[in-house]
T-cell receptor, first 116, second 111 residues
Framework: GAVVSQHPSWVICKSGTSVKIECRSL??????MFWYRQFPKQSLMLMAT?????????EQGVEKDKFLINHASLTLSTLTVTSAHPEDSSFYIC????????????FGQGTRLTVV | GENVEQHPSTLSVQEGDSAVIKCTYS??????FPWYKQELGKRPQLIID?????GEKKDQRIAVTLNKTAKHFSLHITETQPEDSAVYFC??????????FGDGTTLTVKP
């Protein structure tokens, strides 16, 4: 299967600072990437959909100014959590799709964010 | 938007028994239904999937059935083993990899 790499795998930051998470498709071109958030013992909740070269589409209730998404190339999307607060602590996971009629998406390994 | 309900939330079985997890979805346009196994702190791992033009699919001890009319699909694991213990998620997708996930089922297989 296709490989999606997410970095960093974990990060601890101080409240009020910003954190950037990268999601890379290593062996295919990802037309579309998805960002999910998963709180402990809960399901994956879609935050936003990003398409290469265009603005991300955010799900209802997700603040676009707080969670900045950039998809500047077909192999890289970034999620920046701005002015992070303890309630932003969560597991963030990206997935990528090549959009070639195959609806399977490939997940990154996830990033554990802890805001202190 | 799509809504996916998953039951049960927890399931405990004896090693060797079968386990069944059921999901329903709301959007008739959904056409792809993956099942994931997730271990603590790790990414979801695709274990089996089914597309809307197929009613059943099997891969060794794992099978999935889909009833489009009723909008429900199920995961069946036979001859369960302790290493099958994990959280399982169903999902429904309309296309291009965008999925709505169920709330998850914590499966415990007792040796």
């Amino acid at each position: 299967g296709a490989v999606v790499s997410q970095h960093p795998s974990w990060v601890i930051c101080k409240s009020g600072t910003s954190v950037k998470i990268e999601c890379r498709s290593l062996d295919f071109q990802a037309t579309t990437m998805f960002w999910y958030r998963q709180f402990p013992k809960q399901s994956l909740m879609l935050m936003a959909t990003s398409n290469e070269g265009s603005k991300a589409t955010y799900e209802q209730g997700v603040e676009k100014d707080k969670f900045l998404i950039n998809h500047a190339s077909l192999t890289l999307s970034t999620l920046t959590v701005t002015s992070a607060h303890p309630e932003d602590s969560s597991f963030y996971i990206c997935s990528a799709s090549s959009d070639k009629g195959n609806t399977e998406a490939f997940f990154g390994q996830g990033t554990r964010l802890t805001v202190v | 938007g799509e809504n996916v309900e998953q039951h049960p939330s927890t399931l405990s079985v004896q090693e060797g028994d079968s386990a069944v997890i059921k999901c329903t979805y709301s959007d008739s346009a959904s056409n792809y239904f993956p099942w994931y196994k997730q271990e603590l702190g790790k990414r979801p791992q695709l274990i089996i999937d089914i597309r809307s033009n197929v009613g059943e699919k099997k891969d060794q001890r794992i099978a999935v059935t889909l009833n489009k009319t009723a909008k429900h699909f199920s995961l069946h694991i036979t001859e369960t083993q302790p290493e099958d213990s994990a959280v399982y998620f169903c999902a429904a997708s309309i296309g291009a990899g965008k999925s709505t996930f169920g709330d998850g089922t914590t499966l415990t297989v007792k040796p």
